[in-house]
């Protein structure tokens, strides 16, 4: 029998008393994560870093920017999706987490994960992929490739952070986001698809035989010019290609 979803708001008064290892000594106050609790796109961040451990929230300030304006690249705002991190307090220095405070503290994510039960989990750097993906593959390799874990597709893409020291890689986010953006499209389209073959099959199978529903090539070539930009111009993608490899890849739990 499936475990009953825990509460957000349980899971965050978890998070909030919690001290299980010492990073809650120097944290001023835990980020629990904010956003849409039904929210279909989970985006999976490192850590909390000094300004998100002053207001409580991740992805505030330069990066928090930047990460709204990719949102928006894939047709998303901050107030669709959900935003969490895979450490709920912050490293001394922002200095990489350590395995033995992923360990104690990604219960939580979990929980988090369940209880919203997101369709994408977008991980942003190399920790989060590690982490969801049970990979030593690292982001460089997976950013802008659909993996999966569980029943959660997963886009791992590089942390935004990483862009504003390393110019070289926005011009990456912004393709992945734009993919992202054209596989949300694509699962709608989809969706809708199968929702037709259920309500008309014979209707809907014509239809189908005259112009496929879901046809990535198309799509890239359509009428988003950002999305034509991606496929045209960006790093390795899952739907921007030939189908020679499967859009998800093998499944990994989470
Ligand atoms: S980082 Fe996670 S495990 Fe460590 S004290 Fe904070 S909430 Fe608890």
Same mark, same amino acid.
């Given at each position: 029998?499936p ?5 957000l708001e349980q ?6 008393a ?5 990073l ?11 956003g849409?609790?039904a929210?279909r796109?989970l ?5 909390p %870093?000094?300004n998100e451990?002053l207001?409580?929230e991740p992805?505030v300030?330069?990066a ?10 894939? %047709?998303l705002?901050?107030?669709d999706?959900f935003i ?5 307090c912050?490293p001394?220095g ?10 104690l503290c990604?219960?939580y994510l979990r929980e988090?994960t369940?209880?919203?039960d ?6 942003? %750097?190399?920790f ?5 993906l ?5 982001i ?5 490739t659909l ?12 942390h935004?952070?990483?862009?504003l020291y ?10 992945d986001?734009?993919t992202?953006?054209q596989?949300l499209?694509e699962?709608d389209?989809a969706?809708?698809?199968a ?5 008309a ?10 112009a496929?529903?879901?046809a990535?090539?198309?799509a890239a070539a ?7 930009t991606s496929a045209?111009g ?14 998800i890849d093998q499944?990994?739990?989470?």
């Open positions: 029998m475990k009953p979803h825990i509460p899971i965050r008064a978890e998070v909030e919690c001290r299980k290892c010492p809650a000594d120097g944290r001023t106050q835990t980020v629990f994560g904010v849409n609790p929210a796109v985006i999976v961040g490192e850590a %870093g000094k451990d207001q409580g992805f300030g330069a928090g920017k930047f990460l709204n304006e990719l949102l928006a690249v894939a %047709g705002c901050r107030e999706v969490a991190n895979v450490l709920k912050r001394p922002n200095r990489d987490p350590r395995p033995e405070e992923i360990e990604t219960p988090q369940r209880t919203i997101p369709e994408f989990i977008v991980t942003l %750097g190399n989060s992929t590690k982490f969801i049970k990979t030593e593959v690292g460089t390799r997976l950013h802008g993996q999966k874990a569980g029943r959660f597709k997963v886009f791992p893409i590089f935004p952070a990483a862009a390393d110019g070289s890689k926005r011009e990456a986010l912004e393709n986001f734009a992202l953006g596989l499209r699962s389209a969706a809708q698809s929702a037709a073959d259920e309500t099959p014979g209707a809907a199978a014509a239809a189908s035989s005259a496929p529903a879901v990535p090539g198309a359509g009428t988003l010019s950002v999305t034509a045209a960006g790093a390795p993608s899952a739907v921007a290609g030939e189908p020679a490899e499967p859009a499944p990994r739990l989470l």
